[in-house]
C-alpha cells in the first residue's frame, strides 16, 4: 500500500525568481490576510512519523502542498508521507519534501465494504497502522478522511473543530476556523495548531518522465503555447465551449500563442466539441482532452505561457507552477475558494474574472447560475491573457 519514494532531500531551489523590480498586481485572487490569531506550542516530543490525509479533489490536493511545506520546515528529519487518492498521486508523488505516498483506492474500498468483502479494507487498515505514525493532519475534513486518521493510531490526529459528519470526534487536536478563511488558510490553521509556523509554499513538481513525454508532443515542441482547460463536472462553472473555441482562434491568429493544448478529462470530451473540431482543422491546436495522466497534465501546464480554465484543478495547477493565467469564476467565492497568491518573491500574472450581480446566489450545484459565468465576456478575456503574458 506505501508507495516509496526517495526519502527528504533538500528543496530544489526556486524555480521562479523575480526577473525584474516591477511588482505584478493581478486583478483577483486570494491574498492571505493578516490576522492576530493565538498561538500555540510545538509538540513534545517532535513528530517522527507525520501522515497528510488529503486524499481529493485533484484540484485541492494540489493547493494543499502548504501544509507539506509547513512541516517539512518544521520537523527537516521526519517521515513525512500523504494519503491521497490513486487516481491523484502523480500530482504529489515529485515533491522533493515528500517521503512516500499511500495509496487511497476509494473506488475498490467502496466495492469492497458494499459487497460485505472485508479483506481488502482490512488490509488497508492493517497498512495504514503499520508506520506507527504519531501525527496525523486531516486536510480533509471528512467522515472517510477522519477514519483514515483514526485508523492510524496516531496518538496526534488533527482537524477542524467544526468539521462535518461527526469527523471532528475522531481527532483530538481540534483547530477553531473561522468559515469565511480561504481554502489554503484553512488548512494551514491546522498546522498552527500544533505550534508550526505555516509556509505559503504553493510549489508543484514533476517527474522526469512526465517531462519527457511532453518533448514528444509534435503540435507543442518547442513552440510559445496557451493551455485551456475548458471542463468541469459542475455545468454552472462552465464558460460556453463556443467562447473557448472563438478564444483559442484569436490567440493563434494574433500571434499571441504559436499553439493550443486543449486539456480535460476522458470522460469530458463532449464538453470540447469545437475546440476537438478545431484540432481536427488546425494542427496547431493539440487535443488532449482524455489523452493525458495527472502527471503529464502537470508537465503541460507548467511549460505553458498561458492558461485559461474555469475553476477547476488546472486553475490550481497553473498557480502551483506560477503560470500566467487567467480564472473565469461563476457561482463560487473567489475570496474562499479562488486561485491562491504566492507569499514567495516573484510575480503572480493573473486575472480572475468575475460579475456578480445583486441577488446572485453563490451555489454552483444550481445549473441555473450559468448565466454568471456567462458574463464574463470574450473580449476581455482575451485583453486579460495579453496582459498576462505581457507582465516581467
Same mark, same amino acid.
Given at each position: ?27 483577483? =485572487? ?53 494519503? $491521497? ?75 477542524? #473543530? ?6 471532528? +470526534?475522531? =481527532? ?6 473561522? #468559515? ?7 488548512? +494551514? ?9 505555516? $509556509? ?19 503540435? +507543442?515542441?518547442?513552440?510559445? =503555447? ?17 467562447? =473557448? ?38 494542427? #496547431? ?22 492558461? $485559461? ?32 497568491? %504566492? ?11 468575475? %460579475? +456578480? ?36
Amino acid at each position: 500500500m506505501l508507495a516509496g519514494a526517495p526519502r527528504f532531500r533538500s528543496p530544489r531551489p526556486n524555480p521562479f525568481p523575480r526577473p525584474g523590480p516591477g511588482k505584478a498586481s493581478p486583478d483577483r =485572487y486570494h491574498r492571505p490576510t493578516a490576522v492576530t490569531r493565538p498561538t500555540f506550542p510545538p509538540l513534545d516530543p517532535a513528530p517522527e512519523r507525520i501522515l497528510i490525509v488529503r486524499p481529493s479533489a485533484l484540484g485541492d490536493v494540489c493547493r494543499s502542498v502548504p501544509v507539506l511545506a509547513s512541516l517539512r520546515r518544521a520537523y527537516p528529519a521526519a517521515r513525512i508521507d500523504w494519503l $491521497v487518492n490513486d487516481a491523484f498521486r502523480e500530482a504529489i508523488a515529485a515533491h522533493p519534501m515528500l517521503d512516500a505516498v499511500v495509496d487511497f483506492p476509494r473506488k475498490r474500498l467502496g466495492r469492497e465494504l458494499r459487497a460485505l468483502r472485508l479483506a481488502g479494507p482490512l488490509a488497508f487498515a492493517r497498512d495504514l497502522r503499520a508506520p506507527r505514525y504519531d501525527l496525523v493532519i486531516d486536510a480533509q475534513g471528512l467522515l472517510r478522511s477522519a477514519l483514515c486518521a483514526r485508523l492510524t493510531g496516531a496518538r496526534t490526529r488533527v482537524g477542524e #473543530r467544526s468539521a462535518p459528519e461527526g469527523a471532528s +470526534l475522531l =481527532y483530538n487536536r481540534r483547530a477553531q476556523v473561522p #468559515r469565511e478563511m480561504h481554502a489554503v488558510d484553512r488548512m +494551514l490553521e491546522l498546522v498552527r495548531t500544533i505550534g508550526v509556523e505555516p $509556509v505559503r509554499d504553493l510549489r508543484l513538481y514533476t517527474s522526469p518522465g512526465d517531462r519527457a513525454w511532453l518533448d514528444g508532443v509534435p503540435a +507543442l515542441a518547442g513552440r510559445r =503555447y496557451a493551455v485551456l482547460a475548458p471542463t468541469s463536472v459542475w455545468p454552472a462553472k462552465r464558460w460556453a465551449i463556443d467562447r =473557448y473555441a472563438g478564444l483559442a482562434q484569436r490567440l493563434l491568429d494574433r500571434g499571441d500563442a504559436e499553439a493550443i493544448a486543449v486539456v480535460g478529462g476522458p470522460s469530458e470530451r463532449e464538453q470540447c466539441g469545437a475546440l476537438v473540431a478545431l484540432a481536427e482543422r488546425d494542427g #496547431r491546436v493539440a487535443d488532449l482532452v482524455g489523452k493525458t495522466t495527472v502527471g503529464r497534465l502537470m508537465a503541460v501546464i507548467e511549460r505553458a505561457s498561458l492558461v $485559461v480554465a474555469n475553476d477547476s484543478a488546472a486553475l490550481h495547477m497553473a498557480v502551483g507552477f506560477r503560470r500566467p493565467y487567467v480564472a473565469i469564476f461563476g457561482p463560487t467565492s473567489i475570496e474562499r475558494v479562488g486561485p491562491a497568491s %504566492h507569499a514567495a518573491p516573484g510575480p503572480d500574472r493573473a486575472h480572475v474574472l468575475q %460579475h +456578480l450581480e445583486p441577488g446572485d446566489t453563490l451555489d454552483h450545484k444550481h445549473d441555473a447560475n450559468a448565466r454568471i459565468t456567462a458574463r464574463v465576456t470574450p473580449d476581455e478575456v482575451l485583453a486579460a491573457a495579453r496582459e498576462c503574458q505581457m507582465r516581467p
